[in-house]
Nanobody, 123 residues
């Protein structure tokens, strides 16, 4: 069973950067696609990026060119580098894992979830 723990959230000014980490344990990370989601009361939980086990990465249009996801299988960690942050990026960010997600944007595609990390971007 895969356990996921997010870290690296915080408060940053508009235009700033943060890097989130998702540490995996309990199973071999390279067997899983790992995605980042974010949740707000207004928008619910939405997919941000997906890093597949073969290294392919996909991004939601709202973060393309600003966010970069990467994975270090040896360290069992997935990262989300967030640059040029905007107030609308404010959310709780979750990492999620599944061996074969059928749709990277659908939260019900993922079996394993972390507890989330708060990211707040001030204007």
């Amino acid at each position: 069973q895969l356990q996921l723990v997010e870290s690296g959230g915080g408060l940053v000014q508009s235009g700033g950067s943060l890097r989130l980490s998702c540490a995996a344990s309990g199973s071999t990370l390279e067997n899983y696609a790992i995605s980042w989601f974010r949740q707000t009361p207004e928008r619910g939980r939405e997919g941000v990026s997906c890093t597949y086990s073969d290294g392919r990465t996909m991004y939601a249009d709202s973060v393309k060119g600003r966010f970069t996801a990467s994975r270090d299988n040896a360290e069992s960690t997935v990262y989300l580098q967030m640059n040029n942050l905007k107030p609308e990026d404010t959310a709780v960010y979750y990492c999620a894992g599944d061996s074969a997600p059928y749709n990277m944007y659908r939260k019900d595609s993922y079996e394993y979830w972390g507890l989330g990390a708060q990211v707040t971007v001030s204007s």
